[in-house]
Nanobody, 123 residues
């Protein structure tokens, strides 16, 4: 029953940084595997990164490794996606998602989704 609301998207120049926020209500982010997905225009939705319920383990796709970081602020009931060294190919609508079960692979299904926030990277 958790509701997720993303914010922080926008237009940024290549090489720049952006932090997306995912505010949760109706549930606590610490009880879910939290993840970020993205979908570029005309492309399939892609898994980006996820964090375990404990916050001790993260999983990401190779294309963002070393550049993107996911974190939780349990006091604020919010999950963040820190995006550094952004590239034009990162341009997409980014979605926050919550999974009830443990994370086993990038193909794991997520149960709750936010509305998305657009990130556009220009050169």
């Amino acid at each position: 029953q958790v509701q997720l609301v993303e914010s922080g998207g926008g237009l940024v120049q290549a090489g720049g940084s952006l932090r997306l926020s995912c505010a949760a209500s109706g549930g606590t982010v610490s009880t879910y595997v939290m993840g970020w997905f993205r979908q570029a225009s005309g492309k399939e939705r892609e898994f980006v990164i996820a964090i375990s319920r404990s916050g001790g383990t993260t999983y990401d796709t190779p294309s963002v490794k070393g550049r993107f970081t996911i974190s939780r602020d349990n006091a604020k009931n919010t999950v963040y996606l820190q995006m550094n060294n952004l590239k034009p190919e990162d341009t997409a609508n980014y979605y926050c998602a919550a999974r009830v079960g443990y994370f086993y692979s990038s193909g794991a299904t997520f149960d709750y989704w936010g509305q998305g926030t657009q990130v556009t990277v220009s050169s």
